[in-house]
Every structure is written in structure tokens, then in C-alpha cells.
């Protein structure tokens, strides 16, 4: 039987949505307030919650961050009184799966009810069949040169142990893929765990890795495991592990040296049994050199380290991955492209793929999409075509990447200097910025710390 809370002060409403939901044979539960909605919810795990916007004690889009966090899975329908498109706009952008007006209407009521149920199960069977179904295997990582084949070496060695390992090389190489080859090769019957350093922010990083106790902050309404304590016996895989901050990397040092935690607000120790594997885009030594890594902590992560050529150094893979990616995309998305024009190949060997393979990937899904035959030509791609003619008409002038003195500038200093244009040209706020950026709110707030760079603006 399906479960169902409904968060609401007005007790009339509570009172109908209990007794039409509990007539059609779901388990109901009600809360007058946010804090006890939150305290239900704890209890009971509801599949699908029904969240007033306006409630007495707080605001219900802080109560649906709340439950989001508890439960990513869970289905939370809002209620609001007014017909205001910006607060249904916030509502579905902060994760609520559907919105309801008042005065409520039995049939809207129904169908926001099955489509949720049905959006649940979908997704569980989907879960299942890819978790049942992937199988990471070294052939899933194409390569025939020489640093790739040291790669599947290195592979086959740490497979035989659990050391960590550190993986390095450019957005879109593919250093997820390796953790997860090495982890199907490690300790396939365990969970694999995946955090993303740099999408998250410090104060709720620190909870998923290590987990927080009941009442240890604001909203920790129930004991929660962490990424750590999940994965049990299996892999924690850090990702962009360069942009944790100073203070969590000294506890992620401490877990490595002593092999065990606690809870954020707990005093018990919990041992640690996962393999982690971290993985960077950036060059750690210099972090290390500036004062925006911790030394021990690198040392303890270069036990192992895998450096993941970019795809524009290993051009004799570039056929071979076309071919694989060709045919992984047929599959997904029922085409029969046979391959690409002479025209195109030559075209592909002249870019310079700054995105590398994921970048390669996504422009024959585009290509594939919109091509009329079985063979992909020039016009699939116009936007690499654009590049290619603005790069032939530019001669390679790299005058914008060179500072006074002619020298060419670094990857950091690009970066600095494009992020000091952004905020020069622009009034936006800091939400607006990361999105033109790209990037997060927490890894903007650390670029701007990182090159001292003052933001005044909200």
C-alpha cells in the first residue's frame, strides 16, 4: 500500500485529502506544520507528500529542500492557493514533481496521485534493469596506444589490491569510467558511490561523506548514513576532488590515515571499509605549491595515480572510439549509422577536442539525431564546422590567451581573467553568474577566494 503526507495548516483540507486518499487505498498521514511534516516524514518514508507552500512555522520550499535531501526519490506535490506562475516555476526548478490550486479538485487531486506512483515505479524499474544490466568491463575503455595500454596495466594491478588510486586528466577523458572498471574488477558484488566535490557545498558535503546524527543541525530530523558507511565494502569514488575544501580535507585525511569516522554530531567511531578512488581535472602539485591543497592529503592519494591522456594526444583511438560510440548510440536510440564521411574524419583529426571524448560523443548524438542517411557528413555538424572556419580564419591567433610581455597566458590564468571579465561586464547576481560560468555556486565561491577576487553583490 502506498504511503502519502499531507503537509498542510488548514485542518478542512487535511481532513478531505485524508478521507478521498484513504477511500482509494493509500496509507495517509497529516501534519499541521512544516516541522512535523518533517518529523512524519521521517517516520513513516512516504512515496508521495502533498506540501502546502505558505505554512505557519516555515516556508514550504525550505521544507521541500528538506525532504529532497532526505529522500531524492520522493515525489512531492505543492499546494498553493494562487494561480502565481513564478512560485509554480521555483516549485518544479527546486524539485517538486507536480503543483495543485486550491480549492483542490478530486479529480486534479487523482491524477497527480497516479502519475507520481507511476513516475516511482518507472523509475525503480529502470534502476534495476540498468543496475543488473551495466557491467563496467576494461573493453568498455578503447585505447591502442601506448599510454592507454599502460593504463589497463596499472588497472590490472590495483584490481589485485585495494590502494587507493588518484585519476587525473581533462573534463570529459573519462576517469569515472576507469574508477568504475577498477571497482568491477575489485569488488563487484559491493555499491559503487559517486560524489561530485563540486556540486555540493561544504557544509552538506561534510554530511553525505560522513553522515550526521539526529538534531545535529538544522533539518537533521533522523540519524543519516554516509557516503562512506554505504558503500560498505565497495568504492567511494571523489570526484573533482580538488575543489574540497581546506577543513574537509584535513577529515579526509584523517579517514585515510586512521580508517575510520564519525557521524557529523557523533562521538562513535565507525571503521571505514571502502577503496576510495579520487579523481581531479586540475594539477594537484601546483594546488600543493599554492596552498590550495593539502600536501599530506596528496601524498596519501597519489599512492596509485592514472593520468588519462586527452583525446587530442591520443589520435590513433579517434576511429576506434568513433566506432564504439556509433554503435552505443544505435542502441540507445534505435538508429543504424554506419559511420562518418572521409570529409568528416578529417575535419575530426584537425579539432583540437577540448572536451575530449564526452565531447566527441555528444556531437555524433547531435549528428545522429538530426542526419538524414546512414552515413554522417559535414552538414550533421555544424557547429564543429563554425569552429573549424572561425580557427581557419583566425590563423590559431592565441593574442587574447598571451599576457604584455607575449608569454602565453596558463590555464589558470585564463580562467582568472575570464571570470574577472564576467563580473566586469555584467550586474548579474551570483546565481546568474555561475550560470553563465558553468559552474556551481560553491566552486564560484571558491575561484573567487582562490584569485582573490571581491564580489559586492548579493
Known amino acids: 500500500m502506498a504511503k502519502v503526507l499531507v503537509i498542510d495548516d488548514d485542518s478542512s483540507i487535511r481532513e478531505t485529502l485524508e478521507m478521498y486518499l484513504s477511500e482509494e487505498g493509500y496509507e495517509v498521514y497529516t501534519a499541521p506544520t512544516g516541522t512535523d511534516g518533517l518529523n512524519t516524514f521521517a517516520r513513516v518514508t512516504p512515496d508521495v507528500v502533498f506540501l502546502d507552500i505558505r505554512l505557519p512555522d516555515v516556508n514550504g520550499f525550505l521544507i521541500l529542500e528538506d525532504l529532497k535531501e532526505e529522500d531524492e526519490n520522493v515525489k512531492v506535490i505543492m499546494i498553493t492557493a494562487h494561480h502565481d506562475m513564478e512560485s509554480t516555476i521555483k516549485a518544479m526548478k527546486e524539485g517538486a514533481f507536480d503543483y495543485i490550486h486550491k480549492p483542490i479538485d478530486v479529480n486534479e487531486l487523482d491524477i497527480a496521485v497516479k502519475k507520481a506512483l507511476h513516475a516511482l515505479e518507472m523509475e525503480k524499474k529502470i534502476k534495476g534493469f540498468v543496475e543488473s544490466t551495466r557491467d563496467y568491463k576494461v573493453g568498455d575503455i578503447i585505447g591502442r596506444g601506448p599510454r592507454m595500454r599502460e593504463i589497463f596495466k596499472t588497472i590490472g594491478v590495483v584490481s589485485q589490491s585495494r590502494t587507493t588510486v588518484l585519476i587525473q586528466g581533462e573534463s570529459g577523458t573519462g576517469k569515472e569510467l576507469i574508477a568504475r572498471v577498477i571497482h568491477n574488477n575489485t569488488s563487484p558484488g559491493e555499491p559503487y558511490i559517486a560524489v561530485n566535490c563540486s556540486a555540493i557545498v561544504e557544509t552538506l558535503l561534510e554530511s553525505e561523506l560522513f553522515g550526521h546524527e539526529k538534531g545535529?543541525?538544522?533539518?537533521?530530523?533522523?540519524?543519516k548514513p554516509g557516503k562512506f558507511e554505504l558503500a560498505r565494502g565497495g568504492t567511494v569514488f571523489l570526484d573533482e576532488i580538488s575543489e574540497m575544501s581546506l577543513n574537509l580535507q584535513a577529515k579526509l585525511l584523517r579517514v585515510l590515515q586512521e580508517l575510520e569516522f564519525e557521524r557529523v554530531g557523533g562521538k562513535d567511531r565507525i571503521r571505514v571499509n571502502a577503496r576510495i578512488i579520487a579523481a581531479?581535472?586540475?594539477d594537484l602539485k601546483a594546488m600543493v605549491r599554492e596552498g590550495t591543497f593539502r600536501d599530506d592529503l596528496y601524498y596519501r592519494l597519489n599512492i596509485v595515480t592514472i593520468t588519462i591522456p586527452p583525446l587530442r594526444e591520443?589520435?590513433?583511438d579517434l576511429e576506434p572510439l568513433i566506432e564504439y560510440l556509433l554503435s552505443k548510440i544505435n542502441a540507445e536510440l534505435h538508429k543504424r549509422i554506419a559511420g562518418i564521411s572521409d570529409e568528416v574524419l578529417e575535419m575530426f583529426r584537425n579539432y583540437s577536442w577540448p572536451g575530449n571524448v564526452r565531447e566527441l560523443e555528444n556531437l555524433l548524438v547531435r549528428a545522429a539525431v538530426i542526419?538524414?542517411?546512414?552515413?554522417?557528413?559535414?552538414?550533421?555538424?555544424p557547429d564543429l564546422a563554425d569552429i573549424q572556419e572561425k580557427r581557419e580564419t583566425a590563423g590559431e591567433d592565441l593574442g587574447p590567451f598571451r599576457n604584455a610581455q607575449g608569454r602565453i597566458l596558463t590555464l589558470d590564468e585564463v580562467e582568472e581573467l575570464h571570470i574577472r571579465r564576467v563580473l566586469k561586464d555584467s550586474k548579474k547576481t551570483k546565481g546568474e553568474?555561475?550560470?553563465i560560468l558553468g559552474i556551481s555556486r560553491p566552486t564560484f565561491e571558491r575561484?573567487?577566494?582562490r584569485y582573490n577576487i571581491p564580489?559586492?553583490?548579493d
Open 280 to 282: 581531479t581535472n586540475k
Open 371 to 381: 542526419a538524414k542517411g546512414q552515413v554522417l557528413v559535414k552538414s550533421d555538424f
Open 314 to 316: 591520443r589520435m590513433e
Open 433 to 435: 553568474i555561475c550560470e
Open 447 to 449: 575561484k573567487l577566494e
Open 455 to 457: 564580489f559586492e553583490r
Open 216 to 223: 545535529s543541525f538544522t533539518g537533521a530530523v533522523t540519524r
